[in-house]
């Protein structure tokens, strides 16, 4: 049993990054997520040496992330949506130059400067790509703050294996709830192995390494992206993570990731109570998606509904994965209004009545 | 009187070569225009690395402009930056890795517009990473448009009728005005069009590299450079042109040098 | 007559004819060719054996092709000063008797 902590989901985030032997984070302010920066400034160094930087704006640290990482370095950055689409030209050159490293979103409500309440507004912006070019980030959506912890060192461990960016998304109101965590030990740092691809000095015994994402030749483009797309569909076959609760004789499913998957359950426990035969499935890979899971359950089920913190993202999915063999809805609030579980019973009862 | 190729094969065969080519040295033609100023640069930046002996120990950074592919030529491990962002990529491997000696090559656009942000804050935090800034009044790669250190009345192909001051502002002296950063150690403006320039302009990317194990804050080594392709110009008339026009704006000379102190105290 | 002498040699295929060194020359003892490398270009030759083996005309070659070669005083023998190549690769730099070269 590891160590047992009440925290807020943004320092149990920092927190997990220092146990998990972080070589390096850089950062700029900005609400809901400033207290990873707060929390790494102050313990961080001490503890373990490790780099901690405030940068000029977010371009700057996410170029710092791609230098640290083109380097070798265990290295991540946080922020929250204005921050992270500055951020997304320097993620297409991460991705594109296949640099293993950890980017946190705490989602909060737009579109422009928008609202610092959470939202989970910035789905499209993760999954489909928000910079430029063919690429993708490998997105983890945690729901506890416990998960908050542990998708830092798994997805640092996910980034190293495919040599591909992990996001963490979650939203405002994770990062800030505080709950009790179980901390996993310190990994001493340095005990990671150095790429061999990274740029550490050309010794004599090896060709120089050149981290890049320039490849001029169409031909040659052409082939990175294909090995890129072989990439891809390699995680898509293996790190696929999803929960289903209550699935198997379900009538009714909704889908929901991260802090709409809590609100999910309760309206499935009053549903249940009601007679009502209601599943939830919770995406916790948002890239790659769990199509296979929503498509199993579009099998029996008479309807899905997808529920959001946003305007109707993940629902396209949903729709993608049950491919018209019933009713698709989408339910979501904005602003950072959280939906109340009597309110999601009402809209899946309607629903409901129409469908049958 | 002019010798015929065979004559000059002829020729080599009677040479005492002492020292010969390696065999491991790639036979990569520089992409650069005929008498282009980055050639020059990369030698002598490359030439001060293996002077120093330090090849095993640095890290470049490219950058977005015609010096791309730098790290197609020279032979240390190295990073191709976004455009604007190499010295955030060099904070970021630096920070990482204080030992390494670490340097970003970066054209005007690069450093001086679009990575003006990133590159005034690197010098503000005294990173001690050397920056290679050619400055060569244009934006090379991209066909020739306005650089901010572009001239007055300098014909571009996005000032048809040369750049107004009231309409473009004024050419931007980036180098004097990061001198003014305490973070500032070495700060030098150099150029490569003679041989006594190219001496001296390699002498300060010595220095440069050097002095980051001093660790008392960032070396800028402009270099004023040519663009005889988007100029306009052979590469003889574009040397000329830049002795007549940019250094008269752009004087040579050290803006900021290191103490005996700040030396000796190291 | 210079004092000391010199050669160089140019590799003649990988030179833009740009005609850098052909100014730097001290000695005017170098030109363009009338025939073009393989890559299409008037490549530089050394026209007069005036060489001193300054190494000007290699210091501000941009593409890095001349070897500069001076003559051992004591024995008599040439041997480089500046060889400057193509930075790609393991480069090889040997640079003597800088006093002497500058122009
Ligand atoms: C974000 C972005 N904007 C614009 C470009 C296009 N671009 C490539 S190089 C360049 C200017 C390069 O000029 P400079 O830095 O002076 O280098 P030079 O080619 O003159 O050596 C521009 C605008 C780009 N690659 N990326
Ligand atoms: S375009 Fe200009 S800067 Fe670029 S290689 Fe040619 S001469 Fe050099
Ligand atoms: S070494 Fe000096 S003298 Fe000899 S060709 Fe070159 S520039 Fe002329
Ligand atoms: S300077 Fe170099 S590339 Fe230019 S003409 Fe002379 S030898 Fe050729
Ligand atoms: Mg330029």
Redesign the interface.
Known sequence: MGELRLMKGNEAMAEAAIRAGMDAYFGYPITPQSEVLEYLTREAYNRTQCTVLQAESEIASINMVYGAAGAGARVWTSSSSPGISLMQEGLSYIAGAELPCLIANINRGGPGLGTIQPSQGDYFQSVKGGGHGDYRLIVLAPATVQEMADFVQDGWDLADKYRNPVLILADGALGQMMEKVELRDQIERGTRATPSWATTGKTADRDRNFVTSLFIKPEEMEQVNLRLQEKYKLIEANEIRVQEMETEDADFVIVAYGLSARIGHKVMEIMRAEGIKVGLIRPITLWPYPYATVAKAADHVKGFLSLELNAGQMVEDVRLAVNGRCPVGHYGRMGGIIPSPEEVVEVIKDMYSKIQ | ?????QE?EH??DE?????E??S???????H?????????A??IL??AV??LGI?????G??PVGCS??A????????????HG?AT??????K???PD?YVYTYQGDGDLAAIGT??TV?TVNRGENILIVFINNAIYGMTGGQMAPTTLIHQKTSTTPYGREASFMGNPLKITELLAQLPGAFYVTRQA?????N??RAKKALLNGLKYQKLNKGTCLVEIVSNC?TNWGM???QA?EWLVENMLPYYPLGDMKVPSKEDIENA | MAKVRGDISIDIENCKGCELCVVACPQNAMALAKDINKQGYHYAVLVEDVCTGCTNCSLVCPDAVITVYREDKKTGEKVPVAEVRNVTGDIRITVGAEEEAEG
Do not use: W
Request: glycine share 6%.
């Open positions: 009187m002019e010798k015929s190729m000059i020729h080599h040479m005492n070569i002492v020292c080519r390696p491991t040295l790639l036979d990569a033609r520089m650069y225009c005929p008498g282009c100023g980055h050639g020059v990369h030698r490359m030439e293996e002077e090849q095993e120990q640095t890290i950074v490219a791309v592919f790290y197609l030529y020279m032979n240390v491990d190295m990073q191709e930056a976004a962002r955030a990529v060099a904070t970021g491997i920070r990482c890795f390494k942000g990133e804050h490569v069009n003679t041989p006594v190219v001496r005889p052979k590469p003889v040397n």
